[in-house]
């Protein structure tokens, strides 16, 4: 618990994120604060409906908060306009997706390499780019396959390398296994704890399971978007640490300023 090995890729200072349905106001984040760590595969677990997937937007850049600040790579992703926040994500983030989300005309080269289109890089290049991402998550024998004539399991993969292909410093996944069997499931947890400890990059999935947060290097348990238990935190408390910014605060008691 080093200060040299805590140098935060996202800082996430009391954040809300106050969703309004005409008269009814929904906290789906209700005032949370994290740091997360270069090379940490963190899990954000909770049931449905506790703000995983707002808690993953907001970290994403996918979207803004109501309130708070939050700092990926040191930008102050709260203050950035639609564009900037549109380049920001092509710079910095990729994405996992539960339903994968691949062009269904589209080979598995073509599917992985389309996001370095964006990037203005020439056709050779990116394909060899996608034919080593693709090597990556073990699927040399299917590169000129669609996705209809691949397992879901092979598909996720696919969904993978699209996003090792830009080699991202933040991979954010939300339930990227829901949609698989329970076998597959963790070979594709496996693959994504080996990448990213192998690259140091930083991996931030939601999960509503526990099973599947035992995975990860560190649980973020979320309930009615108050962080409720955060492995980090519980760390620096047994080292006889403070705790910061609340980490381990037990709901919103406390009396912090809330906004209306
Ligand atoms: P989870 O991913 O943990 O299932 P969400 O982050 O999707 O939870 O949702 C948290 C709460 O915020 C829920 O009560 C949900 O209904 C609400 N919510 C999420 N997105 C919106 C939205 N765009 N508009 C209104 N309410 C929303
Ligand atoms: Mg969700």
């Known amino acids: 618990m080093q200060e040299n090995r805590k140098k935060p890729v996202i800082q996430v200072k009391n954040v809300y994120k106050i969703f309004k349905l005409g008269e009814e106001k929904v906290r789906a984040l209700d005032g949370v604060s994290v740091n997360i760590y270069k ?7 909770g049931t449905s409906g506790s703000g995983k997937s707002t808690f993953l937007n907001m970290m994403a850049g996918l979207d803004r908060p109501t309130r708070g600040e939050i ?7 709260e203050k950035l ?10 710079e910095h983030v990729g994405f996992i997706f539960q339903a994968y989300n691949l062009l269904p005309q589209m080979n598995a080269i073509e599917n992985v390499a389309l996001p370095l289109s964006f990037r203005g890089m020439e056709k050779k290049k990116r394909e060899r780019l996608a034919v080593n991402a693709l090597k990556m998550v073990g699927l040399e024998k299917y590169m000129a396959h669609r996705p209809t004539e691949m397992s879901g399991g092979q ?9 090792l292909v830009l080699d991202p410093q933040i991979i954010f996944a939300d339930e990227p296994t829901g949609n698989l069997d329970s076998h597959t499931t963790l070979d594709i947890l496996h693959l994504m704890q080996e990448i990213v400890h192998e690259k140091q990059q930083t991996l931030v999935m939601v999960t509503h399971d526990n099973h599947l947060a035992s995975f ?16 980090e935190a519980a760390e620096e408390a047994e080292d006889g640490e403070e705790t910061k910014d609340g980490k381990t605060v037990k709901g919103n008691e406390g009396g912090k300023d809330v906004p209306e």
């Open 39 to 45: 090379g940490e595969f963190v899990a954000i677990v």
């Open 71 to 77: 700092i990926i790579a040191g930008h102050h992703i």
């Open 81 to 90: 306009s639609e564009s900037r926040l549109v380049d920001f994500r092509r």
């Open 155 to 163: 598909q996720q993969r696919v969904g993978i390398a699209r996003a």
């Open 216 to 231: 990860a290097d560190r649980r973020i348990r979320i309930i009615d978007g108050v962080i409720v238990d955060d492995d």
